[in-house]
C-alpha cells in the first residue's frame, strides 16, 4: 500500500514532464514557422509525429467547446499539477484521474479515427493516464476501512 502511494506521484510527476515536453514542442514549432524554417522535434520519426499532432487543430480542444484557444499541453500541465495537490487522497486521486483517463479514450479516439495518426507522446500520457487512475483505485480499495466496505455491499443489495 505505502509502496503505490509513494509511485502515485512520481507517475504524476511523469505525465506532467511529457506534457511540458508537447509544449516545448509546439513553442518550437511556432517559432520555428515564424522564421520559415522547417521543425522537427525528437519525437517525429517515421511515419509518426507528435509536431503535426500538437499543430493540428485538436492541439487545442478548448475552441471546440467556446473557451478560448488554450493548449491542450498546458492544460495537461494544470491537470498534473491538479493530481499532484491531491496525491495525498486516494479517493480524490481517483475521481481526477478518472476523468483524466476518460479525457485520454477521447484523444485517442481523435488521435487514430480523426488524425489518423500516432504520436509517442500523447500514447505514453494515456498511459501515464491509465496506471495513475489503476493506482489510485487500488490505493483507494486499500485504505477503505472494513466498515465502509460493508456499507457499500449493504447499499448493492
Not at 491542450?72 to 491538479?82: D, K
Not at 505514453?124 to 487500488?138: D, K, M
Request: glycine content about 6%.
Amino acid at each position: 500500500m505505502a509502496l503505490v502511494s509513494h509511485l502515485l506521484p512520481v507517475l504524476v510527476m511523469l505525465g506532467f514532464l511529457l506534457s511540458s515536453y508537447a509544449y516545448y514542442v509546439e513553442r518550437g514549432f511556432a517559432k520555428a514557422k515564424e522564421l520559415g524554417e522547417v521543425y522537427r522535434a525528437y519525437c517525429d520519426f517515421s511515419a509518426f509525429s507528435c509536431t503535426r499532432i500538437f499543430s493540428s487543430e485538436y492541439g487545442s480542444l478548448t475552441q471546440f467547446i467556446g473557451l478560448p484557444h488554450v493548449s491542450n499541453a498546458v492544460l495537461g500541465m494544470l491537470f498534473y499539477l491538479l493530481e499532484l495537490i491531491v496525491c495525498r487522497s486516494p479517493t480524490l486521486l481517483f475521481v481526477v484521474s478518472t476523468a483524466g483517463f476518460v479525457a485520454s479514450l477521447g484523444m485517442l479516439f481523435i488521435l487514430i479515427f480523426i488524425l489518423h495518426d500516432l504520436c509517442i507522446v500523447c500514447c505514453f500520457t494515456y498511459v501515464v493516464n491509465l496506471f495513475t487512475c489503476l493506482g489510485a483505485w487500488w490505493w483507494r480499495r486499500q485504505t477503505m476501512t472494513p466498515a465502509e466496505g460493508e456499507k457499500k455491499m449493504r447499499k448493492k443489495q
